[in-house]
């Protein structure tokens, strides 16, 4: 089996004199010199077509004074492939090749490498390049739902018994574990759903189809913006979807998409594919929102690949959120897709496999703008510290040491979420459109063990400064009802009881944006002991 690696140079930046491809295929790495100066190269739909931009410094070196295009898989790292097309060696060079799409010879994924002649062989110019507008061929441009910032996880239990209008809940977040698709239907009720993708027959399972079209037509139905988060369990279901090097018996709870081979790249464009084209309506629901893995950072206990290089561990994620990306826009143009980080912002450890948030942001930035800047989002989980204590006002020194408002902070919070949103306003990581990338909150939790008011002050002042910041597109609380085995660490986040019976929390949340909001606002300032928002929120 041929296993890829990765080509990283001083996180993403290309060396003008030396371009280096390591490839594990045959057990030996490759070095080649590049042909002269590497080159700044773009892919982007256009019409039935993809155009390959080339530039450079000067004309690169060419032995017959040509360059050429190669279309190559996201596993491959070198040219392997014959070339799609051909021009003058030049500073500037254009290419077009047919997209080819929905079709056994689609285009949408590849990674476009322009090469040189140089001594019998052909010298790649860059380490790929992927098509950045995936949306320019997408069937659904739907509206998004953008009816406000409160967001709920909710109960699946509870989808129509009420609560979740009585609350007025704007926005929820979904697990959706690809495995549970993956294959046909065991239960004759739900028959097996066929699907063809690019000139290849798919099976998934129905049941788990009909579960989700239930969950998610409900939640539209209901007006409540819906964003699902993609994580790969290693349940058996799917082995082909499991990284090669996340097979080595260690125990996680997800594992790393497998980008190092054909079954497992086409595997996932198709389910990315399938899902993102089913949840893109009312019928079966729509996904405004896709969170690819849960707190990837954290390689050891989230997204385990057994890597532990940085650069190399983010990139093996960055090809996979490509493939993502391309599959969920080509479907629904409107759809955005994030990243997801953990509220360990800058805490400098050494520990192999938990990255700062700030760190893997950084290098995901420079890759992904290596290879072709995309409109990717920023999710984070911004809980206290510690977590553990809803009262963060009133914790002692050492964790109120790790929450600064600094992007040197060790944590990042509600209280200190302002640092990132000014941190994501940087110039080298604005979106391609030169905006502030979309940042959502997807699990924000204030245990009610010391207690509902604590929990509700926490809550309220943490919505107002979600409220109060422009580029913060929601805030969903972690979550509807308690949970066992959170209850058994000595987290209640629930606004229900296990039993059902509601908290003051329950009510705290249905005022968040309602007639007596200023009421809980007040309440919760005598609790954190100022007189004024302005003490301890920071608009943006």
Same mark, same amino acid.
């Given at each position: ?15 003008? +004199? ?11 790495a490759d070095t080649v010199q590049a042909a002269g ?49 051909? $021009? ?5 060079? $254009? ?91 065991? !239960? ?22 009909? =579960? ?7 939640l539209t139905r209901y007006g409540v913006q819906i964003? +699902? ?10 082995? @082909? ?18 980008? +190092? ?7 996932? =464009? ?18 405004? !929102? ?19 290089? #940085? ?20 479907? !629904? ?17 050494? =520990?192999?496999g938990k990255y700062d948030s700030k760190d893997f ?11 072709? !800047? ?22 002692? $020194? ?5 929450? %600064? ?23 080298? #990581? ?19 063990? @010391? ?13 107002? @400064? ?36 509601? %908290? ?22 005598? #609790? ?13």
């Open positions: 089996m041929n296993f890829k690696s990765v080509r990283m140079l001083a996180a993403g930046v290309l060396s003008a +004199a030396v371009l280096v491809l390591t490839g594990v295929a045959g057990g030996g100066p590497a080159m700044n190269v773009t892919a982007a739909i256009s019409g039935a077509n993809v155009n390959v931009t080339a530039s450079a410094t000067s004309a690169p070196a060419s032995d017959d004074g040509m360059l050429y295009l190669f279309a190559e898989p996201v596993y491959s790292d070198t040219v392997t492939t014959n070339a799609l097309a051909s $021009a003058p060696a030049g500073a500037n060079v $254009a290419f077009t090749t047919p997209l080819n799409a929905n079709s056994a010879d689609s285009r949408l994924y590849s990674k476009f490498i322009v090469a040189a002649m140089r001594g019998g062989q052909y010298v790649p110019l860059n380490t790929g390049a992927y098509i950045v507008n995936p949306e320019a061929i997408a069937n659904k441009t739907f509206a998004r739902k953008t009816t406000g910032k409160k967001g709920l996880i909710v109960d699946p239990s509870k989808l129509n018994n009420g609560e979740i209008k009585d609350l007025g809940v704007k926005q929820t977040v979904y697990n959706l574990p690809l495995s549970k698709f993956i294959g046909p239907t065991e !239960n004759s009720s739900y028959p097996t759903v066929n699907y063809t993708y690019n000139g290849k027959n798919y099976q998934f399972n129905g049941l788990a189809v009909a =579960e989700y079209d239930n969950i998610f037509s409900t964003t +699902a988060q993609v994580l790969n369990p290693n349940d058996g279901r799917a082995p @082909q979807l499991i990284h090669p090097l996340a097979k080595d018996g260690f125990s996680c709870q997800f594992y790393t998409f497998n980008t +190092a081979d054909q079954s497992g790249v086409e595997y996932m =464009e198709a389910t990315m594919a399938f899902l993102a084209e089913r949840y893109s309506d009312d019928k079966h629901g729509r996904v405004d !929102n896709w969170v690819i893995g849960n707190e990837v950072n954290k390689r050891m206990e989230w997204n385990y690949v057994g890597i532990s290089d #940085l650069n190399t561990y983010v990139n093996e994620y960055a090809e996979g959120f490509r493939i993502c990306y391309n599959a969920i826009k080509s479907r !629904n143009a409107n759809a955005k897709v994030y990243i997801c980080m953990d509220q360990q912002w800058d805490r400098n450890r050494p =520990e192999a942001i950084d290098t995901f930035n420079a890759i992904i703008a290596t290879g072709g !800047n995309i409109d990717w989002g920023l999710v984070s989980h911004p809980y206290p510290v510690p977590l553990t204590w809803a009262a963060y006002w009133t914790g002692g $020194a050492y964790y109120k040491n790790l929450v %600064k408002h600094n992007v040197a902070t060790a944590y990042m919070t509600m209280e200190n979420i302002e640092v990132m949103t000014d941190y994501m306003c940087s110039p080298q #990581l604005l979106a391609p459109n030169g905006e502030v990338r979309s940042i959502l909150l997807i699990e924000v939790g204030y245990t009610t063990t @010391q207690g509902d008011d604590y929990a509700c002050a926490a809550m309220v002042l943490g919505y107002q @400064q979600a409220a109060n910041n422009q580029h913060i597109d929601g805030m969903i609380m972690s979550g509807q009802t308690d949970h066992p085995v959170e209850l058994a660490q000595g987290l209640a986040f629930g606004l229900s009881n296990v039993d059902g019976s509601h %908290k003051g929390t329950y009510e705290c949340f249905k005022q968040l944006d309602g007639p007596n909001a200023q009421a809980y606002i007040q309440n919760a300032l005598a #609790l954190r002991g100022v007189s004024d928002l302005g003490q301890v929120v920071y608009p943006r």
